[in-house]
Structure formats: structure tokens, C-alpha cells
């Protein structure tokens, strides 16, 4: 990865809806329907968090008929939150 792909990632950690959303998909995929109960903001303001993480390729996206699942595409990811703590090491990846 390059500097200014490490500065995109840094960036979208950065804001705390974004923060939140990544926190939850480290458990693993979920439902587009079901982030914003998880995290504790409307659907109108997470759903335009989630696209800004799939621009800026932090996360992907598959539909599962009317479903969107949302999981964590860069791995990168992973290593920033166990650095921060809240991943811990054995901590199971699911990709």
C-alpha cells in the first residue's frame, strides 16, 4: 500500500460512525439493515458512511436477495485495531 492509500485508511477510521461500523464488521459480515440498531444511529446516516467505506475500499458489499452483507475488505484493518486494543490477538478472522 502506498502513503496515500494508508492516509484513505486513516482517514476513514478517523470519524466515529465509520469507527463504529468497522468495530461491528470485526465480528464479522452483517446485514446493511442491521448496522444501524448495532451502532446506534439512523439508517439514513450509516448508510451513507457504509458507501463512503466501500469507496474508499475499506469494506465490500454482496447482495443476498433484498439484502446487502457488508464485511471488511482491507486487512489492513484488523492489524490498526489490534494495535489499538480492541482486537485481540487469536482474535478469529473471518474472511
Known sequence: MSRADNLKLLKALSEETRY??????LKGEKCACEIPFLIHRT?????????????????????EGRKIIYSIKNRKVYSIFRVLGVLKNGYKIIF
Open 20 to 25: 463504529r461500523i468497522i468495530e461491528t464488521l
Open 43 to 63: 439508517q439514513s446516516n450509516t448508510s451513507m458512511q457504509l458507501l463512503k467505506l466501500v469507496d474508499l475500499g475499506v469494506l465490500k458489499s454482496r447482495r
